[in-house]
């Protein structure tokens, strides 16, 4: 069954580092996202992605972010500048068409120190 | 704007049924999803409601109301792996951002 699969699963980092959290969306979909969870909350929304360009994005979504799909695979989340609240599971996600489920990977733990 | 509640935590006992509610506030409404989530694991699908009524999908079933902006999902003959949170999604009209509530956490007991 296909699937989307995110990396690293783990990611340790410095305040003030930037990283960049990776996913292969299933590959015939059309919208991919990016979600958030911090430790014993809800699922919040990042920003989603349609025809290579960002369609939506929420307040959380702020300067410090990105995304790029610099293939045809690849879906990417760049934190410019890590704060400690950035600290959380970072999810992607992709659909096929509107009005479809979403499939979520595994995650992206992010912990900063 | 989204607003989404549903309860915090519920307890069930292992062969019974139980009723998550969710109630939704949303402005504009395409559909409403539940979506299952084990501890530190991803959300996986569970159902998708645009219309009222019930769907059924072997031991789940969810129902939607639009009018009353409420929804239910059913557990029949619960197993202890059902024990997870249980999370509640509306899709807005003109969107495809899922808002979520917080999650129904479920204990399945003995």
């Known amino acids: 069954e296909p699937e989307v699969t995110q990396t690293p699963s783990h990611q340790v980092t410095q305040m003030g580092q930037e990283v960049i959290l990776r996913c292969v969306p299933i590959s015939n979909h059309l919208y991919f996202y990016w979600y958030r969870q911090i430790l014993g909350q809800k699922v919040e929304f990042l920003v989603s992605f349609y025809n290579n360009e960002i369609s939506e994005k929420s307040e959380i979504f702020d300067d410090q972010f990105s995304v790029e799909r610099p293939d045809g695979s690849n879906f990417t989340l760049k934190i410019r500048s890590t704060k400690l609240e950035d600290s959380a599971m970072y999810f992607c996600?992709?659909?096929?068409?509107?009005?479809?489920?979403?499939?979520f990977g595994q995650g992206t733990r992010l912990t900063v120190v | 704007g989204q607003n989404i509640d549903q309860p915090t935590e519920m307890t069930a006992t292992e062969g019974a049924i139980v009723q998550i509610n969710c109630t939704y506030q949303t402005s504009g409404f395409n559909g409403l999803f539940w979506y299952q989530q084990h501890a530190g694991e991803a959300p996986t699908f569970l159902s998708y409601n645009v219309l009222d009524g019930l769907e059924e999908k072997g031991r789940f079933s969810s129902f939607l109301s639009r009018s009353k902006g409420y929804s239910y999902l059913l557990l029949k003959e619960l197993q202890m792996k059902d024990s997870a949170s249980y999370l509640c999604?509306?899709?807005?009209?003109?969107?495809?951002?899922?808002?979520f509530g917080k999650g129904t956490k479920l204990s399945v007991i003995p």
């Open positions: 996600a992709s659909v096929l068409g509107a009005g479809t489920e979403a499939f």
């Open positions: 999604a509306a899709l807005p009209a003109g969107s495809y951002q899922l808002t």
